[in-house]
Nanobody
Framework: QVQLVESGGDLVQAGGSLRLSCAVS????????MGWYRQAPGKQRELVAS??????TYADSVKGRFTISRDIAKNTVYLQMNSLKPEDTAVYYC??????????WGQGTQVTVAS
């Protein structure tokens, strides 16, 4: 059974940085295709970054500030978040992007950006 465990969320000041991690356990789950989502209170979950093979894509709202990467050996996906804004406040989750078979969602990690 595949498990996704997100970590690294915290309370930071606007302009600060965080690096989120998504540890993937379970056999035969390749992380060559993964994404980071976020869900703010009262809003739908949205995809903010994805990595598919050697390419990455980002939502316009985070482009130039967030970077998705992965470590195949550690079976871990990362999201480096710089120049954080209060509107980045949300619970962040990892999973496969739309169009790919997703697995059960993890518990997510809370990111709070204070102005």
């Amino acid at each position: 059974q595949v498990q996704l465990v997100e970590s690294g969320g915290d309370l930071v000041q606007a302009g600060g940085s965080l690096r989120l991690s998504c540890a993937v356990s379970g056999s035969r789950f390749a992380i060559n295709v993964m994404g980071w989502y976020r869900q703010a209170p009262g809003k739908q979950r949205e995809l903010v970054a994805s990595i598919i093979g050697g390419g990455t894509t980002y939502a316009d709202s985070v482009k130039g500030r967030f970077t998705i990467s992965r470590d195949i050996a550690k079976n871990t996906v990362y999201l480096q978040m710089n120049s954080l804004k209060p509107e980045d406040t949300a619970v962040y989750y990892c999973n496969r992007p739309p169009g790919y078979t997703r697995v059960s969602w993890g518990q997510g990690t809370q990111v709070t950006v204070a102005s």
